[in-house]
């Protein structure tokens, strides 16, 4: 033990009065030996006195251990007496003791020096007795500390038997409280407990609340080492499973792969439907060999659920100003769906959420419908995206395959809605028409759930197997012709005409739209190359058949091609170009088409005609000859099977109007009719060409001729009605660039002349008709009179005034 060096000590102290040592954290029982570093001056001071003298010092506690140098009121006042055994000097200037308990004692008074404290005390001894109560207590205390040694563990089993044969109750109290873990209060109350009796019921209560402690201890222990059992139990599994399948050769990615699945699911914001789905394929995953054929076919149905987009969208842009701004800068003319598409934005707008609208643009090939659809996705604020239906005869391209099927794909809806990521897309179905059935199914019924707003809220792809919402999907399909699209589909689409357009419309287009596009193409200037409307006019009437503007356009990149040639192989880069009509010739060669092609010279047995083809109107000559024979009739020119009955009824019709037409009854008995309709190589049907048909019958037959400035449409019947048709504006454009001026139409059609433009219908003279009668005193031209005694009516010969629009 190091020899305390001699120091000067106070003077004051006297012998009944010890130093005192505050302690921090902890309280000190009498017959207690315990190890303190200290470190305070004022402390290793105490020591050092008490070493000098009788070894004695007074360990008091601190109430707060935070207090560096304590007062009267910062301790208990009640204490342990304690004998320094050994006392050890570290290098760090602390000091090593090592103190035994003696005896409790009070505080009385407190001397407070320079150097230390010294207080004088009262001794307060363990009380002796003897009673059933105390040995009862002492066994209880006995058991529960045997109780709480085998919870806590810290407590060697030497120590439980060695306390166990204490005899004096208040030893035996002091001795178990000190091996106890329980808060510096607590041990400071059963230190001030006098009565060995009553400091043994304390220290019970305090160790029964320990043990209580202990057991829930024990309990989450047990708990937590029972699952760490479990994951090390599967960890180690997993790692025998990686080892065999390294053996085997297989990658030790899988495992990341399924937690970056388990990843992608959570993140998904699939339906409910949809992640029980998942989740319950994911665990079959899991228990699959990663090689497997199987493991790959559910690997690719978990990465087409979570790959869908099923809360994501977009945004709309209510702002019906730019909307309008948008489609018009696009597009010229089209006022109907425009109007359309912008109605649906005032809706949006007020009610926030509304079904989106089905909508099918039926129009002629040329006329901008599949670009109107990317317009009005840019106008709405929303992808694009579009699918090509001409072709498809698979309803499994709508519907998606079953996944039993090798290579099974969802269908076109599906892919379509993956691939653009938003689950509000505007959706453009092309070429909905040109769909075909075979014996896989039918794609066009397959599309009645796709396009009912009432049903598409729960569509169901036969790969996806669960339910998917299209119901803000804004739907707009496009075809040539309605005749092929089946009804109940065709019921489900709102369906807006996109007629052809005029030739003021084209030049309009082409200036606006199609030279500015071809000029960036080519690489040419605005100031290089200037076009004449005369140059356009010409292109749009000598070289170009059409509703649309798709071969104007072509044209038109035909002619900057030479262009371009000759600016490189001149190196004329200034050169400056001007393209006019005469002109169109040099660059495009001889005219395919003539224009404004009608007979000049009034004939007998000849009418024009209109048409309705799916590019336009056309106009249709009908001749007619008659023959020596015995009263056949033959039709020519490719005619389809109505075109044929209604050549039929045209002539049944004439021959009921032989009288007043001046004819023999049996006129037809010995002659041949021949009906040809010229470009024979065409296939035309129809009922609309039957008033041409009988007026061009009625002109052979009388010998008068037809007046060639006018131009008819009609279906005729036995009684010589005129029904209406369709197509009619496409009809009066072709007569127009014929150049016709009188156009006889039927009356009931008087109505569709709104949808025609007002510059077409003040060019023409528009003459509404009811009856045949009607039409043959229009064309026929010389003094000519038809009258029915029979039905006892009479059609005015005098002219009668014609209808203008």
Same mark, same amino acid.
């Given at each position: 033990m190091t020899e305390l060096s001699e120091e000067s000590l106070p003077e004051a102290a006297k012998p009944d009065t010890y130093p005192v040592l505050p302690l921090r954290d902890i309280v000190i029982f009498p017959h207690m030996v315990t190890p303190l570093f200290v470190g305070r001056p004022r402390s290793i001071q105490a020591l050092e006195w008490a070493m000098e003298h009788e070894k004695l010092v007074l360990l008091v506690t601190q109430r707060d251990p935070k207090t560096d140098d304590p007062l009267a009121d910062d301790m208990f #006042?009640?204490? *342990?007496?304690?004998?320094?055994?050994?006392?050890?000097?570290?290098?760090?200037?602390?000091? =090593?003791?090592?103190?035994?308990?003696?005896?409790?004692?009070?505080?009385?008074?407190?001397?407070?020096?320079?150097?230390?404290?010294?207080?004088?005390?009262?001794?307060?001894?363990?009380?002796? %007795?003897?009673?059933?109560?105390?040995?009862?207590?002492?066994? /209880?205390?006995?058991? %529960? @500390?045997? %109780?709480?040694?085998?919870?806590?563990?810290?407590?060697?089993?030497?120590?439980v038997t060695s306390i166990a044969g204490v005899e004096e109750p208040g030893r035996f109290a002091d001795t178990i409280v000190a091996h106890l873990t329980v808060q510096i209060s607590d041990k400071q109350e059963v230190l001030e407990e006098m009565d060995p009796l009553q400091r043994l019921e304390k220290l019970l209560a305090l160790m029964e609340r320990e043990v209580e402690i202990l057991q829930i201890e024990k309990k989450i222990r047990n708990r937590v080492k029972s699952q760490m059992e479990r994951s090390q139990k599967e960890y180690?599994?997993?790692?025998?499973?990686?080892?065999?399948?390294?053996?085997?050769?297989?990658? !030790?990615? @899988?495992?990341? #792969?399924?937690?970056?699945?388990?990843? =992608?699911?959570?993140? /998904?914001?699939?339906? =409910?439907?949809?992640?029980?789905?998942?989740?319950?394929?994911?665990?079959?995953l899991k228990m699959m060999s990663p090689m497997s054929a199987e493991a790959t076919v559910v690997r690719n149905y978990i990465d087409w659920l979570v790959a869908l987009p099923w809360k994501k969208g977009t945004k709309d842009q209510i702002d019906? !100003?730019?909307?309008?701004?948008?489609?018009?800068?696009?597009?010229?003319? &089209?006022?109907?769906?425009?109007?359309?598409?912008?109605?649906?934005?005032?809706?949006?707008?007020?009610?926030?959420?509304?079904?989106?609208?089905?909508?099918?643009?039926?129009?002629?090939?040329?006329?901008?419908?599949?670009?109107?659809?990317?317009?009005?996705?840019?106008?709405?604020?929303?992808?694009?995206?579009?699918?090509?239906?001409?072709?498809?005869? !698979?309803?499994? #391209?709508?519907?998606?395959?079953?996944?039993?099927?090798?290579g099974a794909m969802p269908g076109k809806v599906i892919q379509g809605l993956r691939k653009v990521g938003m689950r509000n897309p505007v959706? +453009? &179905?092309?070429?909905?028409d040109k769909m075909s059935t075979d014996f896989r199914g039918d794609p066009s019924s397959a599309l009645l759930e796709v396009l009912d707003p009432e049903q598409n809220n729960t569509f169901a792809d036969h790969f996806l197997d669960v339910d998917y919402d299209l119901s803000s999907v804004m739907f707009i399909a496009t075809a040539n012709t309605l005749h092929s699209i089946p009804g109940p589909l065709r019921d489900r689409m709102e369906v807006i005409h996109v007629e052809g357009y005029t030739e003021e419309e084209k030049v309009h287009i082409a200036e606006r739209y199609l030279l500015p596009k071809q000029l960036e193409t080519h690489g040419l200037k605005a100031e290089q190359v200037k076009f004449s409307e005369a140059a356009l006019l010409e292109i749009v009437r000598?070289?170009?058949?059409?509703?649309?503007?798709?071969?104007?356009?072509?044209?038109?990149?035909?002619?900057?091609?030479?262009?371009?040639?000759?600016?490189?192989?001149?190196?004329?880069?200034?050169?400056? @170009?001007?393209?006019?009509?005469?002109?169109?010739?040099?660059?495009?060669?001889?005219?395919?088409?003539?224009?404004?092609?009608?007979?000049?010279?009034?004939?007998?047995?000849?009418?024009?005609?209109?048409?309705? %083809?799916?590019?336009?109107?056309?106009?249709? *000559?009908?001749?007619?000859?008659?023959?020596?024979?015995?009263?056949? &009739? *033959?039709?020519?020119?490719?005619?389809?099977e109505v075109m044929q009955e209604s050549a039929q009824a045209a002539l049944s019709y004439i021959r009921s109007r032989w009288s007043p037409l001046g004819l023999e009854e049996d006129f037809y008995s010995s002659i041949d009719i021949h009906i040809h309709v010229p470009e024979g190589a065409i296939p035309k049907d129809g009922p609309s060409a039957g008033i041409t048909m009988a007026t061009a019958l009625a002109s052979a037959l009388t010998g008068l001729a037809v007046d060639q400035d006018l131009a008819m449409?009609?279906?005729?019947? &036995?009684?010589?009605?005129?029904?209406?048709?369709?197509?009619?504006?496409?009809?009066?454009?072709?007569?127009?660039?014929?150049?016709?001026?009188?156009? +006889?139409?039927?009356?009931?059609?008087?109505?569709n002349l709104e949808d025609v433009p007002m510059t077409i219908r003040r060019s023409l003279e528009i003459i509404p008709v009811a009856h045949m009668d009607k039409v043959l005193d229009e064309a026929i031209l010389g003094s000519f009179s038809v009258a029915s005694s029979a039905d006892n009516l009479e059609y005015s010969l005098e002219p009668e005034k014609s209808v203008h629009h």
């Open positions: #006042e009640m204490g *342990t007496l304690g004998q320094v055994v050994q006392m050890l000097k570290l290098p760090d200037g602390t000091v =090593k003791v090592l103190i035994e308990g003696k005896v409790r004692v009070r505080l009385i008074d407190l001397e407070y020096t320079e150097e230390c404290i010294f207080a004088s005390l009262q001794e307060l001894p363990d009380q002796e %007795t003897d009673s059933p109560e105390q040995e009862a207590l002492m066994r /209880s205390v006995n058991n %529960t @500390f045997e %109780t709480y040694a085998n919870l806590s563990k810290k407590i060697p089993a030497e120590m180690y599994l997993n790692e025998q499973m990686r080892a065999i399948q390294k053996e085997l050769g297989e990658k !030790d990615e @899988f495992k990341q #792969e399924l937690r970056e699945l388990e990843e =992608k699911i959570s993140k /998904s914001r699939m339906s =409910k439907e949809a992640t029980e789905k998942a989740t319950a394929e994911l665990r079959k019906l !100003d730019k909307a309008e701004e948008i489609l018009d800068e696009d597009h010229y003319g &089209l006022e109907k769906v425009k109007e359309r598409i912008l109605e649906y934005l005032a809706v949006q707008a007020l009610v926030k959420k509304i079904k989106g609208p089905i909508l099918c643009l039926v129009g002629p090939p040329g006329v901008g419908k599949t670009s109107l659809g990317r317009s009005v996705a840019r106008a709405m604020g929303r992808k694009f995206l579009r699918v090509s239906l001409g072709g498809v005869r !698979d309803e499994a #391209e709508i519907r998606g395959h079953r996944r039993t099927y090798v959706f +453009l &179905l092309d070429e909905v000598r070289y170009t058949r059409e509703a649309g503007v798709r071969n104007l356009e072509r044209e038109i990149a035909n002619v900057f091609r030479k262009i371009a040639r000759q600016v490189v192989k001149a190196g004329q880069q200034g050169k400056r @170009f001007q393209v006019g009509g005469p002109q169109i010739k040099k660059y495009l060669g001889v005219p395919r088409y003539s224009f404004g092609v009608r007979e000049e010279e009034h004939g007998v047995g000849l009418v024009n005609g209109l048409a309705w %083809t799916e590019v336009g109107g056309e106009l249709l *000559t009908i001749e007619v000859t008659i023959l020596p024979g015995k009263g056949k &009739l *033959t039709v020519t020119g490719k005619l389809g449409t009609g279906e005729i019947t &036995l009684r010589g009605r005129v029904l209406p048709i369709g197509g009619l504006k496409e009809k009066l454009l072709a007569a127009k660039r014929a150049g016709i001026h009188r156009i +006889l139409i039927p009356q009931e059609n008087e109505k």
